[in-house]
């Protein structure tokens, strides 16, 4: 239940502080992140896998699971966004090979993976392999693209061209509206008072 499932969550912080000296508490967090039946525990096991420090083994098996083609797509994506959350870490090279993949990927659900994998991390290796998703058949993988390409508008001229395109002529209106995201400009928040019935700012009493 939920009660159970915020107990284990605060147990998870506590294991972290034991897992710079101990490699089996990085272990434990890993099976939780994987296996637990609370998506909120999983995500939480899967922070503090991203606070570890990252040396130079922990980089090594992480690139080696996130490249492992035979593992599923969920622990080898957990792997990626644990590196690509380290400053330390360079996934240079695993982003070119997964970029290569992606071109590969067999049917939508896979591409879909790919997709999401390339928006929880961005990198620019993930630029063309969005690209070459926007103009897929399937709306669901062109809707999907188009979310993570908008992260990268700001990195080459030519993803606002493509968002551009897909803004004003993709068949789908989901992916239109998407896409149009990129250019709407951000919200200043503004203060707001409560009026009172007379439409003047209500003074709150000081005690």
Same mark, same amino acid.
């Given at each position: 239940g939920?009660?159970?499932?915020?107990?284990?969550?605060?147990?998870?912080?506590?294991?972290?502080?034991?897992?710079?000296?101990? /490699?089996?508490?990085?272990?434990?967090?890993?099976?939780?992140?994987?296996?637990?039946?609370?998506?909120?525990?999983?995500?939480?096991?899967?922070?503090?896998?991203?606070?570890?420090?990252?040396?130079?083994?922990?980089?090594?098996?992480?690139?080696?699971?996130?490249?492992?083609?035979g593992?599923?797509?969920?622990?080898?994506?957990?792997?990626?966004?644990?590196?690509?959350?380290?400053?330390?870490?360079?996934?240079?090279?695993?982003?070119?090979?997964?970029?290569?993949?992606?071109?590969?990927?067999?049917?939508d659900?896979?591409?879909?993976?790919?997709?999401?994998?390339?928006?929880?991390?961005?990198?620019?290796?993930?630029?063309?392999?969005?690209?070459?998703?926007?103009?897929?058949?399937? @709306?669901?993988?062109?809707?999907?693209?188009?979310?993570?390409?908008?992260?990268?508008?700001?990195?080459? /001229?030519?993803?606002?061209?493509?968002?551009?395109?897909?803004?004003?002529?993709? @068949?789908?209106?989901?992916?239109?509206?998407?896409?149009?995201?990129?250019?709407?400009? /951000?919200?200043?928040?503004?203060k707001?008072?409560?009026?009172?019935?007379?439409?003047?700012?209500?003074?709150?009493?000081?005690?």
């Amino acid at each position: 239940g939920a009660e159970d499932a915020a107990i284990r969550a605060r147990a998870i912080n506590n294991l972290r502080s034991f897992a710079a000296d101990d /490699p089996n508490v990085e272990a434990a967090l890993w099976q939780i992140a994987k296996g637990d039946g609370s998506k909120e525990v999983r995500a939480r096991a899967e922070d503090s896998l991203r606070r570890l420090p990252m040396t130079e083994t922990r980089q090594i098996a992480l690139t080696q699971t996130a490249a492992n083609s035979g593992l599923p797509f969920e622990d080898r994506w957990s792997a990626l966004r644990v590196l690509g959350a380290s400053k330390e870490a360079d996934i240079s090279q695993l982003a070119v090979s997964l970029a290569q993949s992606a071109q590969y990927a067999p049917d939508d659900e896979t591409k879909i993976a790919y997709i999401q994998a390339f928006d929880d991390v961005n990198n620019d290796q993930f630029m063309i392999p969005l690209v070459n998703s926007v103009q897929d058949a399937n @709306p669901e993988v062109r809707l999907r693209a188009t979310d993570a390409l908008v992260d990268y508008k700001d990195k080459d /001229p030519n993803v606002m061209e493509w968002l551009k395109v897909l803004a004003e002529s993709d @068949p789908d209106p989901r992916v239109r509206k998407e896409a149009g995201r990129a250019f709407r400009k /951000p919200q200043k928040q503004q203060k707001r008072e409560s009026p009172d019935k007379r439409g003047k700012p209500i003074k709150k009493e000081r005690r």
